[in-house]
């Protein structure tokens, strides 16, 4: 069974840094092109940023220079450093394996930028 679990949310106050991981289960991370969403309060789940298994990475325009996102494929998790964080990066993040075969999520971790 596949599972996706992400963690690393919390309170920050503007201007700092947080880093999620997500490590997932199952047998697939090695080829998974894996991402991070975030879906803010009233608003539709939105791509921040994916790599793919070789290591290529893209962004979302509003996170470019801010946040990093990283592989480890000899420990299945998936990272996104989070630096110079706005009040306005604050959503519930979502772990994404997706291959052409499989579309696999995990259940959240809440980011909250706030003085």
């Known amino acids: 069974q596949v599972q996706l679990e992400e963690s690393g949310g919390g309170l920050v106050q503007p201007g700092g840094s947080l880093t999620l991981s997500c490590t997932t289960s199952?047998?697939?991370?090695?080829?998974?092109?894996m991402g991070w969403y975030r879906q803010a309060t009233g608003k539709q789940r939105e791509p921040v940023a994916r790599?793919?298994?070789?290591?290529?990475?893209n962004y979302v325009d509003s996170v470019k220079g801010r946040f990093t996102i990283s592989r480890d494929n000899a420990k299945n998790t998936v990272y996104l450093q989070m630096r110079s964080l706005k009040p306005e990066d604050t959503a519930v993040y979502y772990c994404?394996?997706?291959?052409?075969?499989?579309?696999?999520w995990g259940q959240g971790t809440q980011v909250t930028v706030s003085s």
């Open positions: 994404n394996a997706w291959s052409g075969r499989y579309d696999y």
């Open positions: 790599i793919t298994a070789d290591g290529y990475a």
């Open positions: 199952g047998n697939i991370f090695s080829t998974s092109v």
